[in-house]
């Protein structure tokens, strides 16, 4: 039995320090009183922050936010900020877009309408709510104007029918602006009186239901009077405006009047001067400027001209004052009016300004260690008397002509290099020569033609011929289709030729122990191309540091707001027409280093309203942000990897990575990638963003030579038709074999002179499967940077059409 009693600490108990109370930092902040320190936070104290005081940097963060939110508001369509402009696109050819602008001017406002040759745009002054707007229509079926107008735009009304919403014209429009980015917006629903009171319910339900696809839990608002059209006008002014990158960090506009002066030299060249108010960023007349569609191009001066759409316009002489009078006309033909007042800003400055120049001139010496001295140059030509080269020519031919007699060896040698270039587009020079044959045979045809016969006129349902016109364009295509089919289900796979040894065939090709971890110089036998472009030591800290610089500096120039007008030099004529026949003209400004040539790498997906099959080295028509150009890209795979597989087609099942030649743009910038038909329609293929600017991104691209197993032994087998000449098995016997079936080995040894070889595998092989053979080479785009992008032709397809049957508007 044990005795009770309390419990007494032995001698070698632990004794514990005393707690220090009043030092500890609760203590010490309750004693502050609040007080903070002047010297800064470090980071590690700033995440130790306790609750109240994150709760109040919360709150303050949320307050800067909504403040800065509430700015832009305010500022935009102001009389300190730029007209709200507005682009109106109709997606249906049944929308009354005519009847929504109308009901838009009916308003208690000042309508001010712009005469620059162009339906449906005009401007609203309202005093009263210290706001104006400028709007702009833009066709569905006119693509280029549509997404020129979309880069500047500060709200989209797109404008549905109240039964359909849109059409196919309507809906690849939609598909094209959400790849470019999208500004805010507002779906407007003009009309449906017409439709009976008990269906206007179900047809209100069917038509949300439907646009729920491209714009999920976006309210519609009808406009049918003028009490909906001032609150679609309060929507529009108040609404949370979106951000598109590329346009906030560079200075922007859209010409309002434009005045062509040319040139004392040339007619076709001269000096644009261009009125509008600037957007996004502070203009400074020593930089670039990009005409959208045409090029970039330098400044001269900035003016400041009177602002044509002021809430408090000033009288013109010898205009009679109405009160009743609520509707005042300007003309914007050009910067005439009222030059007395026209201020200059600044002049450009030679020495800041930035230059033009694209491309480096290379220097072909550039590389040579010394100059030859004139013993060798005596020595060179006594050589080339010594190594005159005999060449049977017809009688009668001078030296000239025989010089340009070219012999066997060295044309075999340049046919060579050319098939190395192009060894996988199999089949397009039969497929050309077809063409070009049926080609001559029916121009004959036709002339004989033109001769016997006289025009007669038929009715459509007797033209059947022309249903087989496009016949070549078929074939082609089937062509095209099936190779496509042969790469999926063979990749990289070719035929080895028997006319050429493979060692010579193959001569720029080698083979790598791992495609992943073999390493590969990239500044190995670079193009002469890569000589005219510019390269940075690190891209992403170059853009980091200028993104910097926009953001903390203060720019001189043309604020955003100002009402301006540019000249712009050595613009040719073609501008100032495409504007007179009312295409929209948008001019961004470029930042450093934006009009240099270099290597640009897009982020592509495949679009999935196209299936054409797309090759690389095709012609494509790309959009990158605000500039448009035509290139023949590269197709390459989009791994995290120091080499990146060539794909000889477009891909619709993965993100593909493509390379062209093009001016340098710094991201975030959309990419949208369209190809040309034969009728000048143009279809969108892939859409995606600029990846980064790097020559250095290694491009390989394969080849497997297969061959079969003649006879299998335990871990060797006898493999033919890969090579067929014994020198051919001897000169590929260091790469490494691999199999279909994950077997790997080498070679060993050839057998006989016909191609026969003895391999070692790890493992017997299976009667069925196939030798692989690996060779690699590095590929480099082509120069085909093209800035000139055509018009497309204007196409509509009716709601009743199935896919492919397009009408063609005139």
Sequence with gaps: MVASGAHRAGPLKQQNKAHKGGKHRGTAQRRAGGRVSVKALPHRRRRDLNRVDRRHQALQLRRQRKEAVLAE??????????????????????????????????????????????????????????QRWRFVTAQAGDLHAVMDLAKVADSLLFVLDPVDG??????????????????????????????????????????????????????????????????????????????????????HLLAYAAEFVPSQECDQIGTLKVSGFVRGRTLNVNSLVHIVGHGDFQMSQVDAPPDPLSLNPRAVKGQKKSQDMDVQEYSANGPDEMEEDVKILMKADTSKQESLQSEVVPDPMEG??????????????????????????????????????????????????????????????????????????????????????ETVTMSEC????????????????????????????????????????????????????????????????????????????????TRKHLFRQIEKEETEGASVGWYVTLHVCNVPVSVMESFKEGKPLVLFSL?????????????????????????????????????????????????????????????????????????????????????????????????????????????????????????????????????????DVMWFKPVELRTKWGRRGHIKEPLGTHGHMKCHFDGQLKSQDTVLLNLYKRVYPKWTYDPYVPEPVPWVRSESALPGQEVEME
């Excluded at 963003?689 to 394969?702: E, F, G, Q, T």
């Design 73 to 130: 508001k305010r500022s935009l369509g102001s009389r300190d900020g730029p007209p709200h402009l507005v682009v109106v696109v109709p997606l249906h050819a049944r929308a009354a877009a005519h009847d929504a602008l109308r009901l838009l001017q009916s308003q208690d406002s000042v309508v001010v309408h712009l005469d620059e040759g162009k339906a449906g745009s005009f401007a609203i002054l309202c005093p009263r709510l210290k």
């Design 166 to 251: 849109w059409d196919s014209t309507g809906e690849h429009c939609l598909s094209c602006l959400f790849a470019q980015g999208l500004p805010s917006y507002v779906l407007a629903v003009p009309g449906g009186t017409d439709v009976p009171p008990k269906k206007r319910i179900d047809a209100k339900k069917k038509l949300t239901k439907a646009i729920e696809k491209w714009f999920p839990e976006v309210k519609l608002f009808p406009l049918n009077t003028e009490q909906e059209s001032s609150v679609l006008l309060r929507h529009l002014a108040t609404q949370k405006q979106r951000h598109l990158a590329f346009r906030d960090r560079r200075a």
């Design 368 to 453: 040579e260690q010394t100059w030859p001295t004139e013993e060798e140059l005596q020595d060179a030509e006594a050589s080339q008397k010594e190594n005159k080269r005999v060449v049977k020519v017809p009688k009668g031919t001078s030296k000239y002509q025989a010089a340009w007699i070219v012999d066997d060896g060295e044309e075999g040698s340049e046919e060579e290099e050319e098939d190395d270039d192009e060894d996988d587009d199999f089949g397009d020079d039969m497929m050309e020569e077809a063409v070009s044959q049926e080609g001559g045979s029916s121009g004959e045809e036709e002339e004989l033609a033109e001769e016997e016969c």
């Design 462 to 541: 007797m033209r059947d011929d022309q249903y087989d016109e496009k016949a070549e364009e078929d074939e082609q295509m089937l062509e095209k289709y099936k190779q496509e089919r042969m790469d999926e289900m063979f990749p990289d796979e070719v035929d080895t030729p028997r006319d050429v040894p493979a060692r010579v065939r193959f001569q720029k090709y080698r083979g790598l122990k791992s495609f992943r971890t073999s390493p590969w110089d990239p500044k190995e036998n670079l193009p002469r191309d890569y000589a005219r472009i510019y390269q940075f030591q690190d891209f992403s800290r």
């Design 591 to 727: 930042l450093p280093h934006e009009q240099k040539m270099s290597v640009l790498n897009f982020l592509v997906r495949r679009h999935p309203s196209n299936s054409d099959p797309v090759r690389a080295k095709e012609e494509l028509i790309f959009h990158c942000g605000f500039r448009r150009f035509r290139a023949s890209p590269l197709f390459s795979q989009h791994t995290s990897a120091d080499k990146h597989k060539l794909e000889r087609f477009l891909r619709p099942d993965s993100a593909l990575v493509v390379t062209v030649y093009a001016p340098i743009t710094f991201p975030p910038v959309s990419v949208l990638v369209f190809k040309q038909r034969s009728n000048g329609m143009h279809d969108l293929i892939a859409t995606g963003s600029l990846l980064a600017v790097d020559p250095d991104r290694i491009i390989i691209k394969r080849l497997v030579l297969s061959g079969h197993p003649f006879k299998i032994f335990t871990k060797a087998a006898v493999v033919r038709y890969m090579f067929f000449n014994r020198e």
